[in-house]
């Protein structure tokens, strides 16, 4: 099985960090997977190799950004692969040497076109989006995220009418030390004295120092122990680290593997609305979010209607003061972050790589 996903200092790691377990998980199941990326600067690449999974770098370090956002209906980031789709394909097709099972498609600036022709080089094709906004040419397609009652309409008329559709956190692509730490874990009772702090893994406009500032603005702040986990991609990480010397509650870790044991171990967090949503949800860890990129904020709006998350809105709109004034909020509620606790970790148990990959195994 193939995946085609990217990471860069415009992209995020999302999208990577998904299919990585995704794979990993097939791996586990006997089967051998291998990615394709593109070797924009902040890739991770690397860090796939470590886990054991080969990689064709392809593109060397062309930038996504050197385009004009504007030109590109999907996002600024994704403007290369979007004005250069057959490149990209021909790019992706000439590293794959036979036909394979699988093709694992996850990339915003992909669509139908792109996928239509890379069917020769393979039996199946999966699709992993959360857009609905673009047609696709596949056998299978995931969308993880929650939107509400629309949750189970999101598709329909964007793939062929024999693609498979798995909609919902039920399917989330999980560790699987998620769903194991989610057993054996204790309920939450609502009192906070550990936040756990993490906006992604590139944070490119840095709202991980402005939570920094806003902690140090809490009356209460003495009383707390804060962990800040610093993304790999992250633009400036010595500004944090001067930050963090003014707020003594506050320590620093550079990024780590998996953010289970630590969200286990917290009573609170702030974050960013993209897959890290899901690690939250399965481990019912009360969540203040801050959408990082346009494409989190119709899930995060949903999620904050059912009562799921705190949603302080888009990055640029939230102040240090916004983010002060919830946080004394919660940690004056703990009745309010206990039910919120009980309510999110309904939506996900953290084996959704079992089940797609049930999926994908049936389908082949």
């Not at 998904?18 to 586990?28: F, I, N, T, V, Y």
């Not at 996928?115 to 040419?137: A, F, G, S, T, Y």
């Not at 902690?215 to 001067?242: F, K, M, S, W």
């Amino acid at each position: 099985m193939v995946f085609r996903a990217d990471a860069s200092y415009d992209l995020g790691t999302g999208h990577v960090m998904r299919c990585l377990s995704l794979a990993k998980g097939l791996q586990d199941r006997g089967h051998r997977c291998s990615f394709v990326c593109r070797g924009t600067p902040g890739n991770l690449i690397e860090k796939i190799k470590i886990g054991g999974i080969e990689v064709a770098e392809i593109g060397g370090q062309r930038n996504y950004g050197q385009l004009d956002p504007a030109s590109d209906p999907i996002g600024g980031s994704d403007s290369w692969p979007q004005k250069n789709w057959q490149i990209d394909v021909w790019e992706t097709s000439a590293v794959i040497e036979q036909e394979i099972d699988w093709m694992v498609v996850d990339h915003y600036a992909l669509d139908a076109r792109w996928e239509r022709m890379v069917r020769p080089k393979c039996k199946r094709l999966m699709v992993i989006d959360d857009l609905n906004n673009r047609q696709h040419d596949c056998d299978l397609l995931l969308d993880q995220n929650w939107f509400g009652e629309s949750t189970s309409n999101r598709y329909n008329d964007k793939v062929p009418a024999t693609c498979t559709l798995l909609r919902g956190p039920v399917y989330a692509l999980l560790g699987p030390e998620y769903s194991e730490l989610r057993e054996t874990m204790s309920a939450r009772d609502g009192n906070v004295k550990n936040i756990l702090v993490f906006l992604g893994g590139s944070d490119s406009t840095n709202e991980t120092g402005k939570v920094i500032d806003a902690i140090r603005e809490l009356r209460t702040q003495e009383e707390l122990a804060v962990t800040v986990i610093i993304g790999q991609n992250h633009p400036c990480p010595q500004e944090l680290y001067d930050r963090a010397k003014w707020c003594p509650s506050v320590i620093l870790h550079n990024y780590v593997t998996s953010l289970a044991t630590v969200m286990r171990d917290s009573d609170l967090m702030i974050g960013a609305g993209g897959a890290t949503t899901w690690e939250r949800m399965c481990l019912g860890l009360p969540s203040i979010v801050i959408s990082v990129a346009d494409n989190q904020d119709e899930a995060n709006i949903a999620l904050a209607k059912a009562g799921y998350i705190t949603f302080l809105g888009k990055h640029e709109c939230v102040t240090t003061e916004d983010i002060t004034a919830t946080l004394e909020c919660a940690l004056t509620n703990p009745v309010t972050l206990r039910e919120q606790s009980k309510r999110m970790s309904k939506l996900t148990g953290g084996v959704g790589v079992d089940l797609v990959g049930g999926y994908l195994e049936k389908l082949i």
